[in-house]
């Protein structure tokens, strides 16, 4: 059985996916707190607005996969998770990051308040 912490991530990460798969950069953005710390592969953005510009540029076809492989309640409202994600394109190989990601209750919503990729080697 999945963790309470899993649960949260995973409801959370499945918007960011649907957006992401539908190249919806606005919808994307909207799964993240107006104040998140973001980093991508290219230089990083704080807020809904660089979140949504760096979607805007991925290429159409992309989509996401990912695994979490772990989950910590860091508080009542603050779940930090570490995912293995792959990225899908339609005209190139596939690429495979981490992903560590802090998700925060903000009122009745769950939304990711830092992001960050790194490059598996």
Known sequence: M??????????????WRSAV?????DRVASVFTEDAIFQGLHPYAVGRQGIAAYYAGQPLGLTAAYEIRQTRRLAADVV????EVEFDFV????????LGVVVRRVGDTWLIGHYQVSKLD
Do not use: M, N, Q
């Open 91 to 98: 005209d190139r190989p596939a690429l495979a990051v981490h």
């Open 80 to 83: 930090l998770g570490y995912l």
């Open 2 to 15: 999945a963790s309470s912490e899993e649960e949260i991530l995973r409801t959370v990460l499945e918007r």
């Open 21 to 25: 798969d539908a190249h919806e950069p």
